[in-house]
Every structure is written in structure tokens, then in C-alpha cells.
């Protein structure tokens, strides 16, 4: 759970022993509180929980653009923001929905006709990290490379795979995106190579800004 900060911290550093242990018991005092609170609050929140989720889950098995657009609207509702500080699975499905408005704008096959519900999602997505850390840590180019069978056999669009590695934990991305554009390129999927570059030259680091255009004007001329 998500505590926000909301405490004047300011109000806990007086200097003499007495302040310091009447601001300990204040500490105490909220914390308990807190806990309190989310304890007495728990069955809302789940009902809460369980009530987005199930609506969201009929848009998606509905398989029509107004389903979907609809979905996507729940997903900004301030009911929704509050939610998804308690529950992963509906934190993870923002990124299918900024995945959805890619796909979607270039009038292919999305995300969503590639699941039922919302935990489908987070189960791609923490697949698809899986995967990056396999590359992020060097593993064997085999044991990296079967992310493409993955993606492929999930039918991820190379927008899905960018928003969740942007979106995700892992580190070094710029070197992930590297790698993927080879395997990419392996498979003469050149534009998909480039778009992983594009994204990674204008959104990562700068100090791998060199390199990535490298790599990226490499493929250009192949085409």
C-alpha cells in the first residue's frame, strides 16, 4: 500500500530530549492510525477493487472498439487512481492502456484483442520483464533470445514491447533496446528494430544518445 506523505516532518526535529520524545510519540501515534484506518477500510477497498476490475473485464471480453474506448475511460477515473495504489494488477493495466492508444492510432491489431481480462495483462508484463533481465544481466544469447518466441506467440506489437520496458523496473534499457533491435533484425523486422531506437534516442539517456543513432543508421542502410 501506498502511504502518501501528508506528515510535516519539520514538526519532529526539535533539538531537546522532551520535544524529541513527544515527536516519537506523535510518530507512534500516526502510524498507528494509519494502520488503523486501512485495517477498517480494507473491505471497501476490495469491494472497490473487485467492482473496477469486473467492469473492465466485460469491456475487454466484449471485443468491440466502443468496449475497449470504454475501458479506457475507467482507467481515468479518479475512483481508479485511488485504487491502484492498492492493487498491482490494475497499476500494470495503465501501461496496456497507453499500449491500446498506440496500437490503435495506427489501426492494427491491439493489446486488448489479445486478452480477457485484466490479470492477463500483468501476466504478459511480468513475463516480458523476465525477459529483460535476462538480457539486462547477459544471459546466454539463447536464453535471451526466447523472448522473441514470446512476443511472437503472444502476437505483442513492438509497441507493446517498448511501453512495458519503459514502464517497468529494469535497468539499463538503452542496452535492452540494443539487443532487442538485433533480434528484431534477425528476423528482417528492420522498422521494428528502428522504432525500439527512435524511442530509446529520444527517451533515454543522453549519454547513449551516440551509440543508439549508430546503431540506427547501421539498420537504415540495410533497408
Known amino acids: 500500500m ?23 510519540a506523535r ?18 477497498v476490495q469491494t472497490g477493487i473487485c467492482a473496477i476490475k469486473g467492469k473492465i473485464n466485460e469491456k475487454l471480453q466484449e471485443k468491440s472498439a466502443n468496449a475497449y474506448e470504454a475501458a479506457v475511460t475507467m482507467t481515468g477515473l479518479e475512483e ?11 497499476s500494470c493495466f495503465q501501461t496496456a492502456v497507453k499500449i491500446y492508444r498506440m496500437e490503435s492510432d495506427n489501426h492494427g491489431n491491439t493489446i486488448f484483442d489479445n486478452i ?7 501476466v504478459i508484463f511480468q513475463q516480458m520483464v523476465y525477459y529483460f ?11 535471451q533470445k526466447e523472448c ?3 512476443i511472437k506467440t503472444k502476437r505483442l506489437s513492438v509497441y507493446a514491447v517498448i511501453q512495458i520496458l519503459l514502464d517497468c523496473g529494469v ?44 546503431k540506427r543508421d547501421e539498420y537504415l542502410e540495410r533497408i
Open 80 to 90: 481508479y487512481e485511488k485504487l491502484t495504489g492498492y492493487d498491482y494488477e490494475l
Open 133 to 143: 533481465r535476462r538480457i539486462q544481466l547477459r544471459l546466454a544469447k539463447p536464453l
Open 27 to 44: 510518530m507512534t501515534a500516526y502510524v498507528d492510525s494509519i494502520f488503523e484506518t486501512s485495517a477498517e477500510n480494507k473491505p471497501v
Open 171 to 214: 535497468g539499463n534499457k538503452e542496452d535492452i533496446v540494443m539487443v532487442l533491435a538485433d533480434f528484431y533484425a534477425e528476423y528482417n523486422m528492420h522498422k521494428e528494430a528502428l522504432f525500439l531506437l527512435a524511442v530509446m534516442i529520444e527517451q533515454g539517456d543522453a549519454s547513449y544518445r551516440e551509440v543508439l543513432t549508430k
Open 116 to 122: 480477457e481480462y485484466i490479470d492477463d495483462f500483468q
Open 148 to 150: 522473441m518466441t514470446y
Open 2 to 24: 501506498r502511504i502518501p506523505a501528508v506528515l510535516g516532518i519539520e514538526s519532529f526535529c526539535e533539538k531537546d530530549k522532551a520535544a524529541d520524545a513527544q515527536a516519537e
